[in-house]
């Protein structure tokens, strides 16, 4: 079945780091993939998100290129405050459903400054 | 700007109870999710709703069940909880044709003891 692997945390980065967050899926067809963040003690952000091959998402200095050929969708951020300390989710929408989500297990990442 | 709402914040339950969770969508939204992410753990797609008629199910156990209401509200009921109930309990809404972009409520967190 479809199903999402990242990279395991948790991550330790001191402010100003480059940040990657490695993301790899396996799915039927081309699926859209997300990224997800989740703050301490909060629900569920959308990041970022990429519909088709090659597309490139980017928010807040994140982003993320949707690979076809590797199968992957790396997130990563030139320069990381403390303020990106959190849970990265990757996940992704696969084709043949309008709901459901499939969400990787999660990257914790601490920015020390 | 108006996000998804989620009642209660916490709920605490014993085994063999039984808990309502509430869901109140970004308005205009018409489609609600549910999803349970245990501790430690990925959300995982529960149910999801369109139009008031389920629209697709996922790893959701017989012992819960769900609707959406008129308003475009959902409830999420759970009967004979036990120990493994316990967790964090996400709702999402989105507007059909819009992306299906899926904005997360805050979370409810159920504990049951």
């Known amino acids: 079945g479809d199903s999402v692997t990242q990279m395991e945390g948790p991550v330790t980065l001191s402010e100003e780091a480059f940040l990657t967050i490695n993301c790899t899926y396996t799915a039927t067809g081309y699926p859209s993939l997300f990224w997800y963040v989740q703050y301490p003690g909060e629900g569920l952000q959308l990041l970022l998100k990429?519909?088709?091959?090659?597309d490139k998402g980017s928010n807040k200095g994140f982003e993320a290129t949707y690979r076809k050929e590797t199968t992957s969708f790396h997130l990563e951020k030139g320069s990381v405050q403390v303020s990106d300390s959190a849970v990265y989710f990757c996940a992704l929408r696969p084709k043949t459903s309008y709901d459901k989500v499939i969400f990787g297990p999660g990257t914790s990442l601490s920015v020390i400054p | 700007a108006a996000g998804v709402i989620q009642s209660p914040r916490h709920l605490i339950k014993e085994k063999r109870e039984t808990a309502t969770l509430k869901c109140y969508p970004i308005?205009?939204?018409?489609?609600v999710y549910w999803y349970q992410q245990g501790p430690g753990q990925d959300p995982q797609f529960l149910i999801s709703f369109y139009e008031k008629m389920q629209s697709d199910k996922g790893s959701i156990p017989d012992r819960f069940s769900a609707q959406q209401f008129s308003d475009y509200h959902s409830e999420l009921n759970m009967s004979s909880l036990e120990l493994g109930d316990s967790a964090l309990y996400f709702c999402?809404?989105?507007?059909?044709?819009?992306?299906?972009?899926?904005?997360f409520g805050p979370g409810t967190r159920l504990t049951v003891t």
């Open positions: 990429a519909t088709k091959a090659d």
């Open positions: 999402a809404s989105s507007l059909r044709g819009q992306g299906y972009e899926q904005y």
């Open positions: 308005p205009r939204h018409d489609t």
